[in-house]
Structures are given as C-alpha cells and as structure tokens.
C-alpha cells in the first residue's frame, strides 16, 4: 500500500488545503509541491498539531543534547522540558517555551516566529492565540510563507544551487526538490553537507521520510491538480475577455 493510500479522509483533505494555498503562492512545480508535502508530512503527518513534549530520558538526549544532563528531570514533562528548550529565545520569554512550542503542519516555534508569520499571513492573532496555529487553512497558509521565506534565505546565502536550483520553482527531480525544502525548513543557517548527509545518515529519520514518500505524494498532487482546474479556467477567461474589451475599446477611439 502507498503512503497516500493509507492517508484518512481528514489527512487528504489537509492535503488538499495546502496544494491549493501553495498554488495560489505561486508555488507550481510538481516536484516543489511533493517535496513540500513530503516534509510536511514528517513534521506532522498533515495533522496540524501542537509539539509532543513527553519524551524519555534518552530522546531529549538525542533530539536536545545541550539538556541531557537534565534528561532525567525534564523526562515526560512537556512544560519543563520546553521551557528549558526555548525559553528566553527568539522572542520567548523564559517561561514561553511551551506556550510557543511547535504547532501547525510545519511545527511553528518561537514567539519571534508567532509574530513574523502572522504578519506574513495577515492575522496577528495567533501571537495571543498560538493554538489557531492548529487550523488547517492558517497552517497551511504558515506552511506555504515558511517555505517561501526559507528558499529566499537559501537563495541569499548562495546555497540554493548546490540543490541544482535557482529557485523555488526550479526543480527537475524528487531528490534535489526534497532535500532543499528540508533546508528551508530547517533552517539556512544549517550547512549544505549537513542537509545532503542525512541522505545517507538520518539518525532522527525525517529526511529519510520524506525521500520515501515524495514521488507518491507527487503523483497524488497531480491528481489534486486536476481535479481542481477551475482557478485556472477562470483566470484564463477574465485575461481573455479583458484583452478583447481593451483592443475594442482602442478600435472605438
């Protein structure tokens, strides 16, 4: 069975959401589509939703290992452990980790993040609502404007063409798309060899997640794509009765 046929109702119609929103961004390649499906589908599995704190002693090691020492403390408590993570960062105050811990289909985190990308999305208030983060249509919209700003970082910082891209819609295969919308989301700060090594070594698994599943993921957006053709239709149609009433209105003077 294909990852998409496992896919329930909810989780297609999720999908669903975040082709649409990443099409009217002007995001259309096919491969930028999958890939940006596929890496949403490791953060969250197209389930928008908040950051699972109850870890063990030896994941916070693994995942966090500036806390290991504190593992054992902070070990199935939520709200200590990401104090302890986020806390006093990027706009946090030191008790706001776990208030702005990750959320939405990309894993938002950071008040500093809460603020910009409300913005971006024009609805500030998920800063004093960060649980409408979990709405599928304000994640997807998230999602797309993460994307988006990580591939200009990318492109800023020279790194994009090391994905053999020269921008987000510049992709020819599953792989390169992959592996740079896993850039983007993680961050462009990270090195190039960083990101292409987990091809090869994914200790947490995420990459090697959205590599398994991007060509199916692709070949279900297509089919989304075609099911939903009518944006294009009409778009289509007020070009062309607008270029008509132009030329007329310039044959009448």
């Given amino acids: 069975m294909s990852y998409t046929d496992s896919l329930s109702t909810e989780q297609k119609k999720n999908v669903d959401i975040i082709v649409k929103e990443a099409r009217d961004n002007g995001i259309t390649n096919p491969y930028s589509i999958a890939a940006l499906l596929a890496i949403i589908s490791k953060e969250s599995n197209f389930i928008p939703k908040s950051e699972n704190g109850n870890y063990s002693a030896k994941r916070i090691g693994e995942v966090w290992g500036r806390l ?17 993570a ?10 706001e980790g776990y208030k702005y811990r990750g959320r ?17 999305i024009g609805d500030n208030d998920i800063v004093s609502n960060p ?4 709405e599928p249509k304000t994640a997807a919209k998230i999602a797309i404007a993460f994307a ?3 591939f200009d970082k990318l492109k800023r910082k020279g790194k994009l063409k090391s994905y053999n891209s020269t921008g987000i819609n510049d992709f020819s295969n599953s792989k390169d798309a992959t592996e740079a919308f896993y850039h983007a989301n993680t ?12 091809s090869k070594n994914d200790k947490l698994g995420g990459m090697r997640k959205a590599l398994n599943r991007v060509d199916d993921l692709r070949a279900y957006a297509v089919d989304v794509v075609k099911k939903n053709p009518i944006k294009t239709i009409l778009l289509t149609t007020v070009l062309t009765v607008s270029v008509w009433f132009l030329i007329k209105t310039i044959r009448q003077k």
């Fill in 86 to 95: 986020y806390g006093g960062k990027y706009g946090n105050a030191l008790d």
């Fill in 131 to 134: 649980d409408k983060v979990n």
């Fill in 148 to 150: 988006k700003n990580g």
């Fill in 68 to 84: 290991k020492s504190r593992a054992d403390e902070l070990a199935n408590n939520p709200e200590a452990l990401f104090n302890a």
């Fill in 187 to 198: 961050g462009a700060g990270k090195s190039v060899d960083y990101v292409k090594g987990l």
């Fill in 104 to 120: 939405g289909f990309n894993q938002l985190t950071f008040k500093g993040s809460y603020e910009k990308y409300g913005k971006l």
